[in-house]
């Protein structure tokens, strides 16, 4: 009789949570799973109308199996997308914060489908929007930047695509940050000529920019506001060599992965404060000269950073050119240096009479 009692009385305690802190809870959630929890109790049963983060995942939506056919390829991606339009026509919030929608793997997925999402996210104030369709979506067919320029809200914009073009068009007066990821591993010889174009001058208020894997000949970035500038190249190909030119005057941290692009600007980037330069082991240990001079001339672009982070070994080897004493490090604090080996030292420092902080960085095998 104390037992059953005891049942009965029981709380429910996350039920007794205020909606706003449901509502983060269960952004950390994809939707359909966050669409299940309506079975729950009645408290639950219209919870996730209003929920201002929407995250449509393919993949965590359906189980991969190794004997599908192109038929059920084509089902599921239609029931995925229904079930996206069902769940828009029934949510309750006006505005939504974020928005995120990963396609399936499949040539069967549908760019109207991405045109749709970008449509409601124009007209639901929509700050975040993340659009990953693997490599469904090519720049020669379906234009991303004009379509989505409609979208005047967006403060962070994420990307992953084939490949990512027309970038001068953009034009987005409240976004700060800006990620592009390009899949085209397969054609590392493809990339993008922005000579004639100089991207992102519709994006003034523009702070952080990321390229991931997007590879460009030359390009020209003009955005007044950016202080954060990462470039990452994929470690399965030789490090790109890319002629970029900053008109980036507030420019405060820089990171370059597996490339060393040719930088040009009128500016002395005295703002910066973190260099951070990292190569694949087996091209660090490259001695071809045009790496070390093109290492070199980072380094002198730069050289008025407060902290680097930098390849042990292409450092030491840059320190042996002949007019590498000529570079100095005046603002200089603090220095590592990236090394599988720990017993190496160097037998000079840089030229950095204020350096306060050095150590080396242990890479994993």
């Known amino acids: 009789m104390t037992i059953r009692k005891s049942t009965q009385t029981e709380e429910d305690r996350i039920s007794l949570l205020p909606d706003c802190l449901l509502h983060e809870i269960l952004s950390f959630l994809n939707t359909k799973s966050v669409v299940q929890t309506c079975v729950l109790s009645k408290r639950w049963k219209t919870l996730w109308t209003e929920i201002p983060t929407l995250n449509f ?22 029931s995925f997308k229904n079930f996206i339009i069902r769940v828009l026509s029934k949510l309750r919030t006006k505005s939504i914060r974020k928005l995120a929608y990963t396609s399936s793997k499949n040539r069967y997925d549908l760019t109207i489908l991405a045109d749709f999402l970008i449509s409601y996210a124009r007209s639901h104030s929509v700050q975040q929007l993340f659009l990953n369709t693997f490599n469904v979506i090519e720049s020669h ?3 991303f930047c004009i379509n989505v320029n409609t979208c005047s809200s967006l403060v962070h914009l994420k990307l992953v695509c084939v490949f990512a073009d027309n970038l001068d068009v953009l034009a987005l007066p409240s976004l700060k940050i800006l990620e592009i990821e390009s899949l085209w591993l397969e054609r590392p010889d493809k990339r993008a000529n ?30 007044p506001k ?6 990452c190249a994929s470690p399965d190909n030789d490090p790109t060599f890319s002629e970029v030119q900053l008109l980036t005057p507030t420019l405060e941290n820089i990171s370059f992965v597996n490339v060393l692009p040719t930088v040009k600007s009128d500016y002395e980037f005295s703002r910066i404060d973190k260099v951070d330069i990292q190569l694949v082991s087996r091209f660090e240990r490259d001695d071809r000269n045009s790496r070390k001079s093109k290492f070199r001339e980072l380094l002198s672009v730069f050289h008025m950073a407060r902290s680097f982070t930098l390849p042990l070994k292409l450092t ?27 017993g190496l030292l160097l037998e000079q420092l840089l030229k950095a009479p204020n350096l306060e902080n050095f150590r080396f960085v242990k890479e994993d095998s």
Request: proline share 2%; charged share 25%; glycine share 2%.
């Open 57 to 78: 995942d393919y993949n965590s939506s359906y189980s991969f199996s190794i004997f599908k056919t192109e038929e059920d390829d084509i089902s599921k991606q239609t």
């Open 141 to 143: 067919f379906w234009d």
């Open 194 to 223: 922005h000579k004639e174009i100089t991207m992102f001058p519709g994006c003034p208020n523009l702070e952080s920019l990321v390229f991931f894997v997007h590879l460009f000949q030359t390009a020209t970035i003009s955005a």
């Open 226 to 231: 950016l202080k954060n500038l990462k470039l």
């Open 316 to 342: 030491m080897q840059v320190m042996s050119l002949d007019n590498f004493d000529a570079l100095c490090f005046h603002n200089m604090k603090h220095l590592r240096l990236r090394t599988k080996e720990t």
